[in-house]
């Protein structure tokens, strides 16, 4: 089991950025996959960004692929999600999440932080 704790959410006026962390605790190093979702009320959860755990190729959404990063802090276990050049279509509770194997999907779900982009 790992737990998963999410920061770095808050209010940015349009064409501002903001960089989430996710910290990982319990057992990271066994870990598949990590990446990151954001859900707006009425809608389903929408993939954002995710990378292998072990290394390799990262991920995007078409919907952020050039604006958002996705990168890591192994010393520190933790995930980041860097958003750039925000619109107010970005706002959401965004989660990341981990996969405990290859066949176990997104199994680990942190709370979510919330982001608002003002016009």
């Known amino acids: 089991q790992v737990q998963l704790v999410e920061s770095g959410g808050g209010l940015v006026q349009a064409g501002g950025s903001l960089r989430l962390s996710c910290a990982a605790s319990?057992?990271?190093?066994?870990?598949?996959?990590m990446g990151w979702f954001r859900q707006v009320p009425g809608k389903e959860r929408e993939f954002v960004a995710q990378?292998?755990?072990?290394?390799?190729?990262?991920y995007y959404s078409d919907a952020v692929k050039g604006r958002f990063t996705i990168s890591r802090d192994n010393a520190k276990n933790t995930v980041y999600l860097q958003m750039n050049s925000l619109t107010p279509e970005n706002k959401a509770v965004y989660s990341c999440?981990?996969?405990?194997?290859?066949?176990?999907?997104?199994?680990?779900w942190g709370e979510g932080t919330q982001v608002t982009v003002s016009s």
């Open positions: 999440a981990a996969a405990s194997s290859s066949d176990s999907g997104y199994d680990n």
């Open positions: 319990g057992r990271p190093f066994s870990l598949y996959a």
């Open positions: 990378f292998p755990w072990s290394g390799g190729k990262t």
